[in-house]
Nanobody, 116 residues
Framework: QVQLVESGGGLVQPGGSLRLSCTAS????????MSWYRQVPGKERELVAS????????NYADSVKGRFTISRDNAKNTVYLQMTSLKPEDTAVYYC?????????WGQGTQVTVSS
């Protein structure tokens, strides 16, 4: 059974930084692309960033380019999202995601709040 567990969310002031982590189990981690999504109440979940299994290719939403960095450590079965220059509009629940055999798996989510 694939499980994803996020950590690292919290309250941060505008302009601050946070690093989210997502540790996976139940899959051959290095085989699968990993993604971070976020969701605000009343809105659809949106893709923030994704990374291939080897880490050789990364993609970002336009709204976070230049501020967020996705990375992974395949030895630790963990994917990270380094967030810098945070803005109030980055406030959301952030979810880790992977797709295995056409099925989407999600973590429980971690709240990120950007506020002074």
């Amino acid at each position: 059974q694939v499980q994803l567990v996020e950590s690292g969310g919290g309250l941060v002031q505008p302009g601050g930084s946070l690093r989210l982590s997502c540790t996976a189990s139940g899959l051959t981690f290095s085989t699968y692309a990993m993604s971070w999504y976020r969701q605000v109440p009343g809105k659809e979940r949106e893709l923030v960033a994704s990374i291939t299994g080897t880490g050789g290719s990364k993609n970002y939403a336009d709204s976070v380019k230049g501020r967020f960095t996705i990375s992974r450590d395949n030895a630790k079965n963990t994917v990270y999202l380094q967030m810098t220059s945070l803005k109030p509009e980055d406030t959301a629940v952030y979810y880790c995601n992977t797709k295995v055999v056409f099925r989407n798996y999600w973590g429980q989510g971690t709240q990120v709040t950007v506020s002074s």
